[in-house]
């Protein structure tokens, strides 16, 4: 990493590596010496650890315990996991993310069931149990009290002797009216509500978005007076892991066919990167995944100004490509399309920037091709190919490019440059 011109590592923590059998079981010290090893190895080198709390796992035994995130014991068991994180690595850890992307955790995992524990109804996706309509509710609910059980601890215990920072880390999509007609506008913001802001409007502002209220009614749940007592300075920064844009077209007034985000529980606003023969970009090896990159200034802009420009990170930005697409190693290794996507991406991330945004730190995703979740090894990300074989790992060319932007750039609105 040092020879990227890197002053920065984000990387996750296994929850089941430390805390095998949650608080119900002892701590794990062969996980505790391992994540200390890497740690230390990072300092030695002059990197500064940025180090994500939970990333989509969670120990099993709480899961057949209570069912995990539908019960509110989680809330427990996630600050005495947090308060042993910060205990046996807050003396060198100085930027903490809580959670990883808990929307899509709670959409994937309780709403469409493509993610563990795959529960969600028929009319979603093919699971064996679930409630689409209520459980990512209620999973969201225990995720934003247990992040903010996180930070009462962290707080409480340990920032003042160990002058870190704690956040969370959103996936953030730019959502693009389809026209210009109101119906396209307030469907795009109300989608926004409904995707991102679910979770950071209770956190920031310490209630959720009028919009869920509005549709949701009674069936958004709602917190309790002593849980908004906590709502009161809930994270020190906004991490933003930022791919993609999508189009959305109103549900409520305008006639709509079934597909993402049509339902009630979405927000009533359908969402897709295409839409009447019109694509929001060139599509990639993802079916999900399109370059649009304006997109980023668009959104780093929008969390600037809804939440009083807290500061920011962009804690993934990067761009995937098919194993099957190149017919040889050294072909792939000549990743122009990467370098093409970071380069547009991170120029309009400048604009965003110049323009006011405070943005501490930009972190691409990936340093190493990894097994990138129900994709497994078939679509790479990393800026260094990996022979899974072999694990010999070769730089692309997309390396040495952001080697030499970093050492370009580095003085760029005081900004940071890392990987993941």
Same mark, same amino acid.
């Given at each position: ?22 608080? #119900? ?12 090893? /890497? ?136 959502? +693009? ?32 978005? &009028? +919009? ?10 709602? #917190?309790?007076?002593?849980?908004? +007592? ?24 305008? &006639? ?76 792939? /290794? ?28 930009? #972190? ?24 899974? &074989? ?27 440059? &890392?990987?993941?």
């Amino acid at each position: 990493m040092e020879h990227t011109g890197v002053n920065s590592y984000r990387f996750s923590l296994s929850w089941a590596r430390i805390l095998p059998k949650g608080r #119900f079981g002892k701590v794990n010290r062969a996980g505790i010496n391992y994540y200390n090893r /890497l740690i230390d190895a990072l300092v030695d080198k002059g990197i500064e650890p940025f180090v994500t709390i939970t990333h989509y796992d969670i120990p099993q035994e709480l899961e057949e315990r209570y069912k995990s995130w539908l019960s509110p014991e989680i809330q427990e068991d996630f600050r005495y996991y947090a308060d042993i994180c910060f205990k046996y690595f807050g003396d060198r850890v100085k930027y903490w993310v809580t959670f990883n992307e808990p929307n899509v955790a709670v959409i994937c995992g309780y709403r469409t069931g493509l993610y563990p524990p795959s529960r969600c109804s028929d009319s979603f996706g093919n699971c064996s149990y679930g409630n689409s309509e209520r459980e990512p509710f209620i999973a969201a609910s225990n995720i934003i009290l247990s992040h903010l059980a996180a930070v009462d601890v962290y707080r409480a215990k340990y920032q003042k002797n160990q002058g870190g920072k704690i956040g969370i880390a959103m996936n953030a999509i730019w959502y +693009e009216p389809f026209s210009n007609s109101t119906e396209d506008k307030l469907a795009a913001e109300r989608t926004q509500s409904f995707y991102m802001n679910w979770f950071l409007d209770p956190i920031i502002l310490g209630k959720y978005p &009028a +919009e869920m209220h509005e549709i949701l009614g009674p069936d958004l749940l709602v #917190f309790s007076k002593y849980d908004k +007592e906590k709502f009161k300075n809930g994270l020190d920064f906004i991490g933003i892991n930022h791919y993609t844009s999508y189009y959305v077209k109103d549900c409520i007034f305008s &006639a709509c066919e079934q597909g993402k985000g049509s339902s009630k529980t979405e927000g009533f606003a359908l969402t897709s990167a295409q839409m009447n023969d019109k694509s929001i970009g060139e599509p990639t090896a993802l079916a999900w995944f399109y370059v649009h990159p304006q997109g980023m200034e668009n959104i780093v802009t929008y969390i600037k100004d809804r939440y009083n420009n807290i500061p920011m990170f962009i804690t993934e930005n990067g761009f995937g490509t098919s194993e099957s697409s190149y017919p040889t190693t050294e072909y792939e /290794l000549n990743d122009v399309k990467r370098v093409e996507y970071l380069s547009s991406y991170l120029d309009s991330l400048a604009t965003a920037i110049r323009k006011g945004a405070d943005v501490k730190g930009y #972190f691409v995703w990936s340093i190493l091709d990894n097994f990138e979740w129900n994709h497994g090894y078939s679509i790479r990300f990393g800026l260094h190919h990996v022979d899974f &074989a072999t694990l010999n790992r070769t730089p692309r060319g997309s390396a040495f490019w952001y080697k030499n932007f970093i050492s370009e750039h580095k003085n760029l609105a005081g900004i940071s440059y &890392a990987q993941v």
